[in-house]
């Protein structure tokens, strides 16, 4: 496999040199468009340090500490979108990332994969990093829609279904594709440094059922405990805010 030289980034940085200027000619403004190229560069080559220092560790604490920090981080920017705060609900993103995401995690390392020691950051960091990502993606589109079904209607239960299949779309609409449109991440990386495309198109199937399953699995366990939250502070009364009371403030901040 060729070694990707400065020299080589340079010349992949053409195009991204055209989209600027045409960003530019039609918006009058690439800035946004220029930061966030420059945060890519330094953040994919940070995370290269840090990644290298992590992969010849032999101290599973690390990789644990690693592990907790991704966790808390997806289960923190899920909620990003949502109409409420974060505080309020860290606790079941939290929750269902970590039902959904450590099950499947532990599942193929330990069950498909059988990698020793356990904790080998090879393997454990990458795949964390796709079930998680994934499992956040979901989860904050579902969230999102949940609210916004109650925006327009009070029936939490069908607002649940309704933000679950809206949610699972994506993910859903992946495993229709691969194979026909698109030819995912890993089983390209393993193609290209010369893995049998056979052997590469097992690894993408683990892959895809990991994301799949963790995904609505995390999405699914968010929703129900996002409800069972509002139903009961629907029975408490008084000063508390029902269900009726999140509707109208979502109507608000649209």
Not at 7 to 30: H, M, N, Q, R
Not at 149 to 170: C, K, V, W, Y
Request: aromatic share 10%; glycine share 6%.
């Amino acid at each position: 496999m060729h070694q990707i030289t400065w020299l080589d980034i340079s010349i992949g940085l053409i195009p991204v040199g055209i989209t600027l200027l045409i960003i530019f000619y039609w918006e009058k403004s690439a800035k946004s468009a220029f930061i966030a190229v420059i945060r890519m560069l330094i953040q994919l080559l940070l995370i290269g340090y840090v990644l290298n220092f992590i992969f010849t560790s032999s101290n599973h604490w690390i990789i644990l500490f690693v592990l907790v920090f991704m966790l808390c981080a997806a289960s923190w920017i899920a909620l990003n979108a949502l109409p409420v705060s974060r505080k309020t609900l860290f606790q079941y993103s939290l929750i269902a990332i970590s039902v959904g995401g450590i099950f499947n995690l532990i599942l193929i390392t330990q069950g498909v994969l059988r990698i020793t020691p356990w904790y080998q950051p090879m393997v454990m960091i990458p795949l964390a990093g796709m079930i998680f990502s994934n499992s956040m993606n979901t989860l904050s589109l579902a969230g999102e829609r949940f609210y916004s079904e109650l925006g327009h209607q009070p029936d939490s239960l069908r607002a649940r279904n309704i933000a679950f299949q809206t949610a699972m779309i994506p993910v859903i609409n992946s495993l229709l594709a691969v194979g026909l449109v698109s030819l995912p991440g890993m089983m390209t990386g393993q193609i290209l440094t010369g893995v049998s495309p056979l052997i590469a198109a097992r690894y993408q199937i683990m892959v895809m059922c990991m994301i799949f399953s963790s995904s609505g699995i995390s999405a699914a366990l968010f929703l129900w405990l996002i409800r069972r939250k509002m139903a009961g502070l629907q029975t408490i009364g008084g000063n508390t805010q029902n269900l009726d009371d999140v509707s109208d403030d979502y109507r608000q901040k649209k």
